[in-house]
């Protein structure tokens, strides 16, 4: 397994172009394929889904910010990451 990060403090200098385009690659090439978007704008999650479909199937609770909020109130079951995370595809 190979691990591919994509990191830089400054904006504006195409984190989000380059992750989207590197991961529809490889999985074009037929790789499996995880892409985490942690940035609140969920710019990179839009570059695969399209808004109307996030906002009524996954916005609610498929987001590192509902994990988190899980654990911190505790007044749910804290979720796994399988339960977060969204296939497209075959």
Known sequence: MKIVS??????GVGKTTITANLAAEMAYRGKKVLVID???Q???TFSFLKVD???NNFEKDKTIKFWFDSIIDGK???PSFN??????GK
Request: charged content about 30%.
């Open 38 to 40: 942690l940035d609140p």
């Open 76 to 78: 749910r079951d804290i």
């Open 53 to 55: 479909e996030w906002s």
């Open 6 to 11: 994509v990191i830089n403090y400054k904006g």
């Open 83 to 88: 339960d977060l995370i969204i296939s497209k």
């Open 42 to 44: 969920t710019n990179l």
